[in-house]
């Protein structure tokens, strides 16, 4: 069942994704608690909580039917972790990516929840089995792995263990959706999961590209950027093939042979670093900016992204 939205939720660790996963589930109507080891942390993380609530107004990005002030009452800080998890239908945990800070964390709350909670991690690598193996509820342990920006990049990854219940994966689905969320689901868990996987390849062509002198790092960007990323924000490569040509049976029959020997050209990954990672660095600080401008690169990026978001949602409207 979905879960209503007079529930709670608890987040545990403040920092860039727990205040976005805190304001999602706000938005949508849920109670949230969020802890962070770092009392300080908790007090900054909901200053940020409530800027960024005043920006997304401004912009008129803000989520769900609730105004500023009502999402930002929803969410409460919690002085333990066993004040966070009081009462919570859902745990998302968002503590730095280490085996041994998230087992210690999901250690704890392992001993106070309820059988039927749900315990969710953000991990963008750690696997689900991982992470859960020694828990005493690892029936109900999954990842959500959230992509960032979570506000204008909505996609969720949702990873079970190989021991996780049945009714984990459908109850995260829908409560995801219901926040605005678009969750996608992997059957068993993977390295990288799906997401980075597809983005590691993409580096690793993009990495040979440059190391083989075939193009400079602005223009593989480029290549991106105004290539192929203008259509994968609205649609996937598996759908581009499609209208390519009429229908996917048509784009194999054009295409499948050539694709296959550039793919067997690719070769194996070369490691990242050494002298085109110097060469890749210097040519980023004269076409993007110098290393000490990427926070106010950041909300150049975010202001597209937001403005992206924004069409995108008109667009599904109409
Ligand atoms: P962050 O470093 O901004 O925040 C982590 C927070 O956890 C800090 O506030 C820290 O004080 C707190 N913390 C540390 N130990 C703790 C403990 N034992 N109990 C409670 N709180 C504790 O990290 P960020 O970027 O928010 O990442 C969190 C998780 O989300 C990681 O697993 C990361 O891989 C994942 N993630 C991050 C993305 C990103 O782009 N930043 C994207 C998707 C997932």
Known sequence: DTPTSDMKVGIIGSGLIGQ????????AGYQVGIYDVEIEQVKKALQNIEQQLLDLEEQGLLRGNLNKQEQRERIAAASTIGDCVKGAFYIQECVPERLDIKKGVWGEVDKIVNVDVIMASSSSSLLPSKISD??????????????NPPFYAPLVEIIPAPWTDDDVVPTTKSLLERIGQVPVVLKKEIDGFVLNRIQYSIIGEAWRLINDDIISAEDLDKVMSTGLGVRYAFMGPLETAYLNADGMKSYIERYAEMIYRIQTSFGQPLPMGGKTGDKIQKELESYVCPVERVTERRQWRDKRLAALAKLKKEMDKG
């Open 134 to 147: 020694n828990l005493k509820h690892r029936n109900r342990f999954v990842v959500s792995h959230p992509t």
């Open 20 to 27: 976005s996963w805190a304001m999602l589930f706000a938005s």
